[in-house]
């Protein structure tokens, strides 16, 4: 459970698929489109394309390099799935454009 707003910056889950699940409370989602890609360790840069909102029951693929941002103003429980163990995967950073 997530208590208490919170506002992600944009990232996508590197090497590795993510898959949402939204199981109570409400996440305000943007999805971003890279216009700059990451550089060495220069941080890409993105445009925002949509925001749309997951609600309990829904369920949402990024695939493999989708930059999205996920930001909520209350308790939420958003249950991530991941393709592969991140723990030593090294993160890209976005910036928006
Ligand atoms: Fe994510």
Redesign the pocket.
């Known amino acids: 459970m997530y208590q208490g707003p919170k506002d992600?910056a944009p990232?996508?889950?590197g090497p590795s698929w993510?898959i949402?699940g939204q199981a109570k409370g409400e996440t305000q989602m943007t999805d971003w489109q890279q216009v700059e890609p990451t550089r060495d360790n220069a941080s890409g840069k993105v445009r925002q394309v949509r925001t749309y909102t997951l609600t309990p029951g829904m369920a949402h693929l990024?695939n493999e390099g989708d930059v999205?941002a996920?930001r909520r103003s209350g308790p939420t429980r958003l249950i991530?799935i991941e393709g592969r163990n991140m723990e030593k995967v090294q993160r890209s950073t976005y910036q928006p454009a």
Do not use: F, L
Request: hydrophobic letters at 10%.
């Open positions: 992600s990232h996508d889950h993510a949402y990024y999205h996920p991530r």
